[in-house]
């Protein structure tokens, strides 16, 4: 959208910015802009009518605030244009300002929110499917591979979806805010602050766990995570201890990474869109690493997809 037509929607929700200015493109077709009038700011979502609506994104807002889970407030929503006007909690998301000094303190803030978030009622969350989470690892392999890559997958790509299904299946079901990324969170207040919880679902423990500790933007830090994995299994008291957890995280990280990668490959193909493109080296790279060592997917992709992903990006 153009600044003008921004500024068009929030005067039809009350709000007569004078300035907008562009935040972020999601994956789903969210964009988010920040709306200014002359003593205010807010940030306007919008979201086209005729591909969703913002219910379920309201919906969890409410279940948050009920819980005292620290988000951003909506302002006003307007169904019939798409739009919802949100509290402004600036621009402290944690992958902005995460460094080498803050890291420690500021991963584990994001786990004590994952576990107030994993212990909200769940009466009004619907639960992952088998099918979706298959249909979700498939996109890696139909849309990414075929589709972006031209490649045809051999027989260890199968049976990674497989044997990472098997696990997932197998871990604690949980509260999942299905994109619980360094973006996704924001430092506001002395406090972290969810956003984009539109998606939540009950879902496998290691979904989450693995979109924090391991960042579509860092290589893995295996040193990290076994410190961090120590501490939520200490904060949540837990009846599984570390290595379990790390078990969780590695195939909740695969079934993830290979959703994500499908789903950017997808957002190109479909729509143009390239601006997440080049996050796509980092996400193979992990999915590659956190793959257990004796698997022959792992040979598949550093021999086959890794060269041509690094060909493919630079035709584009």
């Not at 390239?274 to 004796?294: T, V, Y």
Request: glycine residues 4%; charged residues 25%.
């Amino acid at each position: 959208m153009k600044e003008e037509e921004v500024i068009n929607l929030s005067s039809q929700c009350n709000f007569n910015a004078t300035k907008a200015i562009p935040l972020k493109l999601e994956a789903s077709g969210r964009e988010y802009w920040r709306v200014l009038d002359n003593k205010d700011s807010l940030v306007l979502c919008y979201l086209n009518p005729s591909l969703g609506d913002h219910l379920d994104f309201l919906k969890i807002s409410n279940l948050l605030n009920a819980n005292n889970i620290s988000t951003a407030d909506v302002i006003h929503h307007n169904a019939d244009i798409g739009v919802t006007l949100q509290k402004d909690l600036g621009d402290d998301d944690l992958l902005t300002i995460f460094n080498e000094e803050n890291k420690q303190n500021l991963l584990k803030l994001s786990l004590d929110l994952l576990a107030k978030i994993q212990g909200l009622p769940q009466e009004e969350i619907p639960q992952l499917t088998h099918n979706e989470l298959v249909d979700q690892m498939h996109l890696f392999k139909d849309i990414f591979c075929i589709n972006f890559l031209e490649v045809e997958p051999d027989n260890s790509i199968d049976d990674l979806m497989l044997l990472t299904i098997e696990n997932i299946k197998q871990q604690p079901w949980v509260n999942c805010h299905f994109d619980f990324e360094r973006r996704n969170l924001i430092l506001h207040q002395n406090q972290i602050t969810v956003i984009d919880h539109q998606d939540m679902k009950i879902g496998p423990l290691g979904i989450d766990l693995s979109g924090i500790l391991i960042d579509h933007y860092y290589p893995v830090n295996l040193t990290d995570i076994n410190m961090m994995l120590d501490y939520f299994s200490k904060q949540i008291k837990s009846k599984y201890n570390s290595e379990e957890l790390f078990n969780f995280l590695r195939w909740g990280s695969i079934q993830r990474n290979m959703r994500i990668l499908g789903t950017l490959a997808n957002l190109f193909i479909e729509h143009k869109r390239s601006f997440r493109l080049k996050d796509l080296p980092m996400i193979l790279s992990n999915l590659e690493c956190m793959i257990p060592g004796n698997h022959k997917s792992k040979l598949f992709i550093s021999e086959q997809l890794q060269p041509l992903l690094s060909k493919k990006l630079l035709d584009i």
